[in-house]
């Protein structure tokens, strides 16, 4: 009988916590990883005609801006650039899709802000030739053919886009991350499983004579999914977004601030303070995300038990 709470406090712990924060660390580590190789893709030569004809040209890290050309049956896309042509194997890339308003990454929480998605080529919407794109990998000739070498340790990044060519990087790095990490497939399969779970143990609960103080425990915890949507605790909800929102947009921030740094274009160089400034702001959001929303979800969770303590 006391095992119970126990159980249901395990299977909340495990489906509402353990595995949508797991999947949450993935799908940030993916970002990451993008945003990085577009930052330190800056710093790098810029593919030219000269070197696609030139097929002497050894193997070297470069990024490319150019037009889809056409596409391949292999799984591939011939890009034009400067009126040559090189082909780019797509088969277990990633390709990243650049949308949004022409205001270049400048609104600040609002829908018409630009945003990234990532696919992979089975699940990618139709290419129409003659959309532009950004390509970042090393470059090389196989048997006479100019081509991005993609290898385990070193897969190109393939950014379709539709933006002036000198905004690609700074807008892809401004918007390269997810709106909520949070929700990823990994949430999705853990809340279902969370649900099924939980509702066995409503279904026990309420068959099966037990203690009030027992019942009201593993329903509350049971009902744990929907806490935080009920009001008063919606408030601390709505906080909580608010400031996750404002977080997302610091680290944003942070990050084209990083891209500054080795950028020899746009901007002037900036100091470590700079990029200091925006990670404390980003840090003091998240936390205030992270506290509203657990304040919110304590206090409908003791409205909860109390209600169900004076109904069981």
């Not at 800056?42 to 696609?52: A, F, G, M, W």
């Not at 950028?263 to 002037?268: A, H, R, T, V």
Request: hydrophobic residues 50%.
């Amino acid at each position: 009988m006391f095992f119970l709470p126990v159980l249901t406090a395990i299977f909340a712990i495990l489906f509402f916590a353990v595995l949508p924060i797991s999947g949450a660390l993935f799908v940030r580590s993916t970002w990451h990883v993008f945003r990085k190789t577009l930052i330190s893709a800056e710093s790098l030569p810029v593919l030219t005609k000269k070197e696609i004809l030139n097929t002497a040209c050894t193997e070297y890290p470069c990024r490319a801006y150019g037009i889809i050309d056409a596409i391949g049956t292999d799984e591939s896309v011939w890009v034009s650039i400067d009126g040559a042509s090189i082909k780019v194997f797509l088969e277990n890339v990633p390709i990243y899709l650049l949308s949004g308003s022409r205001r270049y990454g400048r609104a600040r929480n609002r829908k018409e802000e630009f945003s990234v998605e990532r696919y992979l080529w089975k699940s990618m919407p139709s290419i129409p030739v003659g959309n532009s794109v950004f390509i970042t990998g090393i470059f090389t000739h196989i048997d006479g053919m100019p081509v991005f070498l993609q290898r385990e340790d070193s897969k190109p990044i393939i950014l379709i886009h539709d933006v002036p060519q000198q905004y690609v990087i700074y807008l892809a790095v401004f918007a390269g991350r997810p709106v909520n990490e949070y929700w990823n497939p990994f949430t999705k399969v853990s809340l279902a499983l969370g649900l099924f779970a939980m509702t066995g143990i409503i279904i026990g609960v309420m068959s099966i004579k037990f203690i009030s103080l027992i019942a009201a425990i593993s329903l509350t915890l049971a009902f744990s999914p929907i806490l935080p949507f009920l009001p008063p605790g919606i408030a601390g909800f709505a906080l909580y977004r608010r400031f996750w929102r404002r977080a997302r947009y610091f680290r944003a921030r942070r990050d084209v601030t990083l891209l500054r740094t080795s950028s020899q274009m746009l901007y002037g160089k900036p100091s470590k303070k700079d990029i200091m400034y925006w990670k404390r702001l980003a840090l003091i959001n998240l936390l205030l995300s992270g506290f509203f929303f657990i304040a919110g979800y304590i206090v409908n969770a003791i409205l909860v038990f109390v209600l169900l303590r004076s109904l069981l």
